[in-house]
């Protein structure tokens, strides 16, 4: 059957579907995309001093598209700091991708950040994934009204000493020492405008540790394909890495590389084992 007419075939139910799965109110457009939305008006928000009123860019959205085998979803998730880890883990839990974690503004107090999600299945189960996304962020706010501004726990050391060895031993390279911090980098090969480029134009993936041995901090930066997003998020997010951001970094690329940058405290040589796990994951896509 073809796209279209499976398309055809969705729009009498597709309303009906979404409604009943999400637990929100539907739009359907005129190009018979339906969407949902959620407005964030439980976290006043200011931004350059000014109060941003929710309808001035504080929308979650997704919308849904009949495409063969269900619908295609794509989604903007309004998240504060304390919401990400959430948000993400229930996408990833529910049959959705994480395309991209950014901000849209500056000098804003909470910092607001952007989740954007995708997602090709079964009518039902993307919307409940959405909804399931939106639920974690509730939870978090219903135990928290104000946004909390730390992961929590024990703070590492910052004048602290790690042992490089036993990371190296994990990671397989040596890494440079510089005011305490151990840092591992690996760099790839690609091209931006027809021009050969490598790790020393900023095609690396980067792991830096500070404090110690027993609770270190390790922040750093991914460089993906496509193809190697979703298994590097989920990887990390298995040994409790919180994602700090993901997009790109150039135009032009071939291929294009996506950047995720990441922060995690814990036993060093448990952060280092979760590096590496990621690192794996990434090249098994291949």
């Known amino acids: 059957m073809s796209a279209a007419l499976h398309a055809q075939d969705n729009l009498g139910n597709l309303e009906a579907l979404i409604f009943e799965a999400s637990h929100s109110e539907v739009t359907m457009t005129d190009d018979g995309v339906a969407r949902i939305g959620w407005t964030r008006a439980d976290v006043p928000v200011m931004v350059d001093g000014m109060r941003l009123d929710p309808p001035a860019g504080l929308g979650s959205w997704a919308a849904f598209k009949p495409v063969d085998g269900g619908v295609m979803v794509m989604g903007d998730t309004v998240v504060f700091e304390d919401e990400i880890t959430a948000a993400m883990d229930a996408a990833l839990a529910n049959g959705l991708t994480v395309t991209a974690l950014h901000n ?3 000098f804003d107090d909470p910092p607001v950040y952007f989740m954007h999600i995708g997602g090709h299945g079964e009518t039902a189960k993307m919307a409940a994934g959405v909804k399931a996304v939106w639920d974690a962020i ?3 706010r219903a135990a928290s009204p104000t946004p909390q501004r730390s992961f ?3 703070t590492p050391d910052a004048n602290g000493t790690i042992e490089a060895l036993a990371l190296s031993e994990i990671l397989g390279t040596e890494p440079s020492i510089a005011d305490g911090v151990v840092k591992y980098t690996f760099a790839r090969q690609g091209r931006m405008h027809g021009v050969e480029i490598g790790g020393s134009m900023g095609l690396t993936t980067w792991a830096a540790f500070s404090g110690t ?3 270190a901090a390790v922040d750093g ?13 989920r990887a990390l997010r298995e040994r409790d890495i919180h994602i700090v951001a993901l997009h790109n970094h150039m135009i032009g690329g071939e291929p294009m590389f996506y950047f995720l940058h990441y922060w995690g405290m814990g036993p060093a040589k448990e952060l280092a084992a979760a590096i590496a796990a990621a690192r794996n ?3 098994e896509t291949g």
């Open 281 to 283: 994951a990434q090249a």
């Open 213 to 215: 041995n027993d609770l």
């Open 138 to 140: 509730k939870e978090v």
């Open 104 to 106: 849209h503004f500056i």
């Open 221 to 233: 930066d991914f460089i993906m394909t496509e193809d190697e997003v979703q298994p590097v998020l």
């Open 152 to 154: 929590g726990g024990m």
